[in-house]
């Protein structure tokens, strides 16, 4: 890869962008050294905006569900900076780089480059899979199904041991012990039915 290949960092980029002196020099900066994308693919939008919901609403164990809508905003404006164009992220939560990005308004100039549309479908996509996933994880039929998934793994974990044990212990009964058992169980049945 060459120098002109290399990706530029955003905040490397911002830092050129503050340094010139003329709008027009600026719009022609933007437009060469971010390389901004008018397109990418759909299955790429439907994942990333797949992961975007999924990352902003659980809690940090994932155990519960804590939508983080500053967190989508965030992932969101990331995924567009890391798609659409040859711009690099080196910071692990792109706090720094957004920051940088809107203070600058060059985040606003990238958004205008990016067709309208591209940028609408890419957030309907999002809106969709937040739909989705406030439906498959958060709505009274999802709540009961997790909870019936968490008794069922539980009394696997449980039940399998004692169902060992229990059968051991049937095994080893010879035919008095199993008359006792049946005689105590069919009295027990006979005052149920009374």
Known sequence: MDNQDKKMSVLEFVKGFEALDAS????KYI???AKIKQYIPYNL??????????ASSWNTDHTRIEIKSWCRHILFIRAIIENYTELE??????LEEYDALVSSRILECILALIPENEINDFKEMLDSALDDFMTNEYETRAFIRGQV???????????????????EKINSF????????????DGIINRVKK
């Open 45 to 54: 939008k439907q994942a990333l905006a797949s992961n975007i919901v999924q």
């Open 174 to 185: 010879d035919e008095k012990d199993i008359a006792k058992i049946a005689k105590k169980l």
């Open 149 to 167: 998934n968490r008794v069922a793994t539980l009394l696997q974990e449980f039940a399998s041991p004692l169902i060992s044990q229990l059968s």
């Open 31 to 33: 437009e060469k050294k």
């Open 89 to 94: 992220i080196t910071s692990t939560d792109f």
């Open 24 to 27: 027009d020099n600026k719009a």
